[in-house]
T-cell receptor, first 114, second 116 residues
Framework: DGGITQSPKYLFRKEGQNVTLSCEQN?????MYWYRQDPGQGLRLIYY???????QKGDIAEGYSVSREKKESFPLTVTSAQKNPTAFYLC?????????????FGEGSRLTVL | AQKITQTQPGMFVQEKEAVTLDCTYD???????LFWYKQPSSGEMIFLIY????DQQNATEGRYSLNFQKARKSANLVISASQLGDSAMYFC?????????????WGLGTSLAVNP
């Protein structure tokens, strides 16, 4: 089935450790996105990438890093510089020709910092 | 100021009845798009419906319709004949400008519970 796969679904991390969240899509979409969701808040864009080897900061990029070496993969690293990393992280993709703005989402990764 | 406002934190509806989820927006850009997404307890966001600012007719997708009132800057989602599977969080979102703008602005969401 075509879709977006995020892993791991749940992740625990000690303070000061970096952690990488995986996002893979087989929809042949050009663009990929990382969002953060906190309780009682809307989604906030961390990073997005419209083509391979290129990405742009979203609204809350500080403390995060990404790479886009392959079209189907867009991993997110939550670094120790991120002051409050406990959150639900959602990866999404969209076609390059983005007429309607429909995003296709994965099932998310829940990160808890102990 | 909030660009997307969803004033109903929680809503209840009886199965088979219709329900309206409110969304108001604020933008000075004449070109924009409005979206509704559903987030069930599994966590993924599911695209429901889209309305462009220049679209003359209200968008419809099956049981979902968007009541677009441009002058009032509102884009309410109407779900007809509610089903138990409609219980979820619903988010309204907006894209300002054309498709080159990849950033969506999201509301805080409305939790919908469908009662049997």
């Amino acid at each position: 089935d075509g879709g977006i796969t995020q892993s791991p679904k749940y992740l625990f991390r000690k303070e000061g450790q970096n952690v990488t969240l995986s996002c893979e899509q087989n929809l042949n979409h050009d663009a990929m996105y990382w969002y953060r969701q906190d309780p009682g808040q809307g989604l906030r864009l961390i990073y997005y990438s419209q083509i391979v080897n290129d990405f742009q900061k979203g609204d809350i990029a500080e403390g995060y890093s990404v790479s886009r070496e392959k079209k189907e993969s867009f991993p997110l690293t939550v670094t120790s510089a991120q002051k409050n990393p406990t959150a639900f992280y959602l990866c999404a993709s969209s076609p390059g020709d983005w007429n309607t703005g429909e995003l296709f989402f994965g099932e998310g990764s829940r990160l808890t910092v102990l | 100021a909030q660009k997307i406002t969803q004033t109903q934190p929680g809503m209840f509806v009886q199965e088979k009845e219709a329900v309206t989820l409110d969304c108001t927006y604020d933008t000075s850009d004449p070109s924009y798009g409005l979206f509704w997404y559903k987030q069930p307890s599994s966590g993924e966001m599911i695209f429901l419906i889209y309305q462009g600012s220049y679209d003359q007719q209200n968008a419809t997708e099956g049981r979902y319709s968007l009541n677009f009132q441009k002058a009032r800057k509102s884009a309410n989602l109407v779900i007809s004949a509610s089903q138990l599977g409609d219980s979820a969080m619903y988010f309204c979102a907006m894209r300002e400008g054309d498709g080159n703008n990849r950033k969506l602005i999201w509301g805080l969401g409305t939790s919908l519970a469908v009662n049997p």
